[in-house]
């Protein structure tokens, strides 16, 4: 902002300017109200980034969702020039292995659902 604002004549340049125009004398050491003026109170810093990760019920994944966009998400999308991105995560490990009909479908479901990465793997 000191940069873009215009600078205020010095002492020296506004008794020049007056001893040229030949409207006043030497200056009497009173300040104008711009030096004398203190500088504005700087606002605090505010936050700029959150992040977050809970761990849901795999049996009520929809109700413990639906909270969370009610009550976080939504007051961060409703911030003017707020870019909200929200990843959801699912970690599954299956003792007896994963049958063939459920790789597929799961498989297939990922890929309709347009899942950035996913996949079964041997434990």
Do not use: W, Y
């Not at 006043?24 to 810093?45: F, H, W």
């Not at 809970?54 to 976080?72: F, H, N, S, W, Y």
Request: hydrophobic share 35%; net charge negative.
């Amino acid at each position: 902002m000191a940069t873009e604002a215009p600078s205020a004549p010095s002492s020296a340049g506004i008794a020049s300017e007056q001893a040229a125009a030949g409207t006043g004398g030497p200056l009497t050491g009173t300040a104008t109200a711009q030096e004398s003026a203190p500088a504005p109170a700087r606002a605090p810093s505010l936050p700029g980034r959150f992040h977050g990760s809970v761990r849901l019920d795999a049996t009520r994944v929809g109700r413990d969702a639906g909270g969370i966009a009610d009550e976080v998400i939504s007051h961060l999308t409703g911030l003017v020039g707020s870019c909200v991105s929200v990843t959801l995560e699912i970690h599954a490990e299956v003792q007896q292995g994963v049958p063939e009909k459920v790789v597929r479908t799961v498989t297939e479901n990922c890929r309709t659902l347009k899942f950035q990465d996913h996949g079964f793997e041997e434990s």
